[in-house]
């Protein structure tokens, strides 16, 4: 069974940074990507961060500068970097991760609550 775990929300100031982890344990096979999602309060999810085997990292437009996506493939451990935070960044965050076992798998974490405050 595959879990991942997300870690490093929480309250911050705006402007202030934040890093979140999210460690993937369970048998994962030829892993295509990682990243994070994000759904603040009334609004759809949506993604904003991705890091794959074959083109490094991607972000959504408006997050390009302010945050930075990085992965460790030896932990199985995606980062998010949240640098310059705005109170629109208010929202859960989730990590996700594709595998190709058979058939593309997604799996996800429970998310991590990231509030700025102002």
């Known amino acids: 069974q595959v879990q991942l775990v997300e870690s490093g929300g929480g309250l911050v100031q705006t402007g202030g940074s934040l890093r979140l982890s999210c460690a993937a344990s369970?048998?994962?096979?030829?892993?295509?990507?990682m990243g994070w999602y994000r759904q603040a309060p009334g609004e759809e999810r949506e993604w904003i961060a991705g890091?794959?085997?074959?083109?490094?990292?991607n972000y959504l437009d408006s997050l390009k500068g302010r945050f930075i996506i990085s992965r460790d493939g030896a932990k199985n451990t995606v980062y998010l970097q949240m640098n310059s935070v705005i109170a629109e960044y208010t929202a859960l965050y989730s990590c996700y991760t594709r595998d190709s076992a058979f058939r593309i798998n997604t799996y996800w974490g429970q998310g991590t609550q990231v509030t700025v405050s102002s």
């Open positions: 369970g048998r994962l096979f030829n892993i295509i990507d």
């Open positions: 890091i794959n085997r074959d083109d490094g990292p």
